[in-house]
């Protein structure tokens, strides 16, 4: 799949955190991007759809989001929680009201 070139990491995500099988994987965020599953291995069409969805892309470019904010948008995207994110969003909570 290719990793961030494409949607590995994100098929990966659901692999991991909703215990679905490869297939099932790739279809739920083909459907989630609005693509087929074909568009989702092909990171000409990924690196514009990231880039869109501002979800982040291999090379570093001025104003993109990176890190943590592109998780945080991938997990908003995917309906799932990263922990580093609930981690985060803690955090800033709590500082927040303290």
């Not at 981690?87 to 927040?96: A, F, I, N, T």
């Amino acid at each position: 799949m290719g990793g961030i070139r494409t949607t590995g990491d994100l098929v990966a995500r659901m692999q991991m955190t909703r215990k679905m099988r490869l297939p099932e994987a790739k279809r739920y965020v083909a459907e989630k991007l609005g693509l087929s599953v074909t568009e989702i291995s092909d990171s000409t069409v990924m690196r514009r759809v990231r880039e869109e969805l501002d979800i982040g892309i291999i090379t570093a470019v001025a104003g993109a989001a990176k890190g943590l904010e592109a998780k945080a948008r991938i997990a908003d995207l995917l309906g799932i929680k990263i922990n580093s994110v609930e981690r985060l969003k803690r955090k800033m909570g709590q500082s927040s009201v303290g």
